[in-house]
């Protein structure tokens, strides 16, 4: 510390919550190991929460008139500059979140599309031998829904683990899982996977057996 080197006992370990915006130090010395080295102080204001820009304006003009030596720095827009740009963060994840959902809807469309064929020849196949359109349907309905919610578990882990990796290990935050997001996602995967499919197989549950079976 001004090219002295001091040596100091550890006598306790606290942790610092750098989240609530306080004065924090990584490390707190007693002011005697200071006494006569040049130093500036250091204080913090508070106001409540419904306090006006221009009542802060106030304050720190008369702190500056009273004290011309001090320097005022407003934390509020430090704050909600920070605020801006983790927002627009939030923004971007988001476009990339939706992004890809779009795309893997459309591999699963496509995934989808490219067993119609073989899905319409096990139709005619099973309606010959005697399978109802409802047995059909339900049995449809039932591959639709394993796709799904396999797709959808899969989906729920891999996100999982990303985030607590993003939000634990690298940003330093708890990590809280919420578990109605979580099956919220696995609905609405089973709900768009069962429908998509149902909605493209309902035209193979109305043709006629015999053309197709003459062909096969």
Known sequence: VLGRELTARIANFREVVWESLSINFVMVFSPNTFAGAPHAHLATLTMPGDTDA????????AVSN???GVTSVRVKDAIDTVNAIVADLALAVR????LALVTSMLVLGGALAAGHRQRRQDA???KALGATRKRLLAAFAL????LGAATALFAVLAGT???WYVVNQIMGFEFVILPQVAVSA??????VTIGFGLAGTWRILSVKAAPYLRNM
């Not at 221009?54 to 003009?61: F, P, T, V």
């Not at 476009?95 to 939706?98: D, N, Y």
């Not at 591959?143 to 394993?146: A, F, Q, R, V």
């Not at 696995?186 to 709900?191: G, K, R």
């Open 54 to 61: 221009a009542a802060d304006s106030r304050i720190l003009a």
């Open 66 to 68: 009273s004290f011309p």
């Open 95 to 98: 476009v990339a979140a939706s």
């Open 124 to 126: 005619v196949v099973l």
């Open 143 to 146: 591959e639709y829904g394993l």
């Open 161 to 163: 683990v990303a985030a």
């Open 186 to 191: 696995v609905l609405i995967a089973l709900t």
